[in-house]
């Protein structure tokens, strides 16, 4: 079993910087490939970004290419979203994702590879 808590979401302002952390426990760190995924009120939960197990690979939706960086501290067992230059459209509950499958690119933004969840931290972007 593994668990999954996110930290560092908040308000800001358009233009705005957050850094969200995800903490991992109970397997391996670096046996987990992890995801981002968000979703805003009354929308579908959408992918934001993907890293392997050794974040060699990373993999970004269109919507955040350039301004959202995601990477990881496996000595930390921690993984983060660097998330810059936000935007309104930018609201949503974030949540970090995990699973056990080897890397597969594109593959890793579809939200049924992964096994593991956490609960959620708030981004809000005021205009």
């Known amino acids: 079993q593994v668990q999954l808590v996110e930290s560092g979401g908040g308000l800001v302002q358009t233009g705005g910087s957050l850094r969200l952390s995800c903490a991992a426990s109970?397997?391996?760190?670096?046996?987990?490939?992890m995801g981002w995924f968000r979703q805003a009120p009354g929308k579908e939960q959408q992918f934001v970004a993907a890293?392997?197990?050794?974040?060699?690979?990373?993999y970004y939706a269109d919507s955040v290419k350039g301004r959202f960086t995601v990477s990881r501290d496996n000595a930390k067992s921690t993984a983060y979203l660097q998330v810059n230059s936000l935007k309104p459209e930018d609201t949503a509950v974030y949540y970090c994702?995990?699973?056990?499958?080897?890397?597969?690119?594109?593959?890793?933004?579809?939200?049924?590879?992964?096994?593991?969840w956490g609960q959620g931290t708030q981004v809000t972007v005021s205009s």
């Open positions: 994702a995990a699973n056990t499958e080897s890397w597969s690119g594109p593959n890793m933004s579809w939200a049924t590879r992964y096994n593991y």
């Open positions: 109970g397997r391996t760190f670096n046996r987990l490939t």
């Open positions: 890293i392997s197990k050794t974040g060699t690979w990373t």
